[in-house]
């Protein structure tokens, strides 16, 4: 008898511990929100990659609240995660939410977007977003000829860290062009004041973004290109060239410009090959995007991830100056694609199914 309730304790012991270990999540990975096809497709392929991995893994989204940012820290916490992989949905609110976590020995991952002003930050994998910005404006200087062209500038949100690098980017390309006259900013009294100004300072570009910022989101910057048009006179339109910082925002952008009688011809620029704008390329109605595999960007985060928890060396390539510390980052190139190469950088490359698209061809 003694022996029997000794086995169905030691039963209970094994039950108890493997259902405990079922409730442990070994890393916890924050996405800003499922509201903007980029992110959904981040999780996506952070779900393809871990399909075979034997570390457990929780994906949360913030929907673009730092709130639900923070508890979903909170929760990931109370979960025992031992590596916390994270896109900020405000670079510089996020480092309260971090060190909580870098207090309880989390190592902690920026995911695309640094995280600003604290040492709480171990690693970071990112595209090269300044490569970004200057692809987009080599586009639009690429297409331009003679002088006086109308230029229509955009930009991300301002708390997003990556908003200030791909402004910075497209600023290096399209200064010098402002300069000699190829270009003539149509909708920033800010740039205009700045455009001899071949390097500018993050507060110049606070200055401009002001004016300029979409905040990432679609409506408004449909609402800011309709006042900018209302705005311009018939000179400043005709055809026209639009630096639009990403796919949500360049459709939107788009739509307003199309839907303008005095606009004859526009090009807008991208970012992200989200289906929708793919769609818009072959179309016609956007110009390009600038394509960032993200299949390699979370083939990075995990390995990191991995590394810290087999308690191996994790492989970085630079650093990032976060305004508090040097952040060890892992850095990935950018692809810039157009209507003529959609087939080799997205299909053939197996990132998105050809059926997903009319009128290729
Ligand atoms: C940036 C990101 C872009 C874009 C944007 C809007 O931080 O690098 O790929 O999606 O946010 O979410």
């Known amino acids: 008898m003694k022996k029997l309730t000794l086995l169905i304790m030691a039963l209970l012991v094994v039950v108890t511990l493997a259902a405990c270990k079922k409730e442990t999540v070994n890393i916890g990975i924050i996405l800003p929100t499922k509201d903007e096809p980029r992110w959904v497709q981040d999780e996506k392929r952070f779900k393809d990659a871990l399909k075979d991995t034997d570390y457990s ?22 979960k025992g995660i031992d590596v916390l992989i994270i896109t900020p949905q405000d670079g510089s609110a996020a480092a309260a939410a971090v060190e909580k976590a870098k207090a309880e020995g989390i190592t902690v991952i920026a995911y695309d977007r640094l995280i600003t002003d604290t040492d709480a930050v171990d690693y970071y994998v990112t595209f090269d977003s300044v490569a970004v910005g200057e692809a987009q404006a080599q586009y639009l200087v690429d297409q331009a000829t003679g002088t006086g062209n109308p230029l229509y500038l955009y930009a991300g949100a301002a708390t997003d860290n990556n908003a200030f690098l791909f402004f910075e980017g497209a600023w290096n390309v399209l200064q010098p062009k402002i300069a000699d006259g190829t270009f003539e900013i149509k909708n920033s009294s800010e740039a205009i004041g700045l455009q001899t100004k071949a390097v500018l300072t993050r507060s110049e570009m606070s200055d401009i973004l002001g004016q300029i910022t979409t ?38 952008i788009a739509d307003a410009f199309a839907d303008d009688t005095e606009i004859t011809s526009y ?21 390009m995007t600038v394509f960032k595999d993200v299949r390699t960007l979370v083939n990075d985060a995990i390995d990191m991830a991995v590394s810290v928890l087999d308690d191996d060396t994790v492989v970085t390539t630079g650093s990032y100056n976060n305004g508090e510390i040097d952040v060890p980052a892992k850095q990935t190139e950018v692809v810039v694609v157009e209507q003529s190469n959609v087939v080799a950088a997205l299909i053939t490359s197996g990132y998105y199914e050809e059926s997903l698209f009319e009128n290729l061809d």
């Open 267 to 287: 090009l807008v620029t991208g970012q992200d090959a989200e289906v929708a704008s793919v769609q818009y390329i072959i179309d016609g109605k956007q110009s």
């Open 215 to 252: 905040n990432w989101d679609f409506n408004t910057a449909k609402n800011l290109a309709e006042t900018h048009l209302t705005n311009a006179t018939t000179a400043d339109k005709g055809d026209v060239f639009i630096l639009a910082p990403n796919d949500g925002t360049a459709r939107a």
């Open 57 to 78: 893994v929780e994906i949360l989204f913030s929907q673009g609240s730092t709130v639900t940012e923070l508890s979903n820290v909170d929760t990931l916490i109370s």
